[in-house]
């Protein structure tokens, strides 16, 4: 089991930039695809971009194609989020997510663990 833990949520302007953390533990970090998903209110969970196992190969959503970038640190156990050019439509909880194999996915029902989310706004 991984246990994983999102930070680098706040409050920005449209326009602005923000880089969003997933600090993971447990099991070796580098045997999990992961990705972002986000959930605005009233809204289901999205997909935002995947990453596989060795960071080789990424998939993002077409909403932030462009504007965001996903990245990991398998030696820090780590997954990042650059978003920048943000968008009031970004504001949602961002959330970081695991899924044991190496091939990327966005499909909610992929993946195995979750993170508790961390409070993106953007204000117009």
């Known amino acids: 089991q991984v246990q994983l833990v999102e930070s680098g949520g706040g409050l920005v302007q449209a326009g602005g930039s923000l880089k969003l953390s997933c600090a993971a533990s447990?099991?070796?970090?580098?045997?999990?695809?992961m990705g972002w998903f986000r959930q605005a209110p009233g809204k289901e969970r999205e997909f935002v971009a995947a990453?596989?196992?060795?960071?080789?190969?990424?998939a993002y959503a077409d909403s932030v194609k462009g504007r965001f970038t996903i990245s990991r640190d398998n030696a820090k156990n780590t997954l990042y989020l650059q978003m920048n050019s943000l968008k009031p439509e970004d504001t949602a909880i961002y959330y970081c997510?695991?899924?044991?194999?190496?091939?990327?996915?966005?499909?909610?029902?992929?993946?195995?663990?979750w993170g508790q989310g961390t409070q993106v706004t953007v204000s117009s």
């Open positions: 447990g099991r070796t970090f580098s045997n999990y695809v």
């Open positions: 997510a695991a899924r044991v194999g190496s091939v990327v996915a966005e499909q909610l029902g992929q993946y195995d663990y």
């Open positions: 990453v596989s196992s060795r960071g080789r190969s990424t």
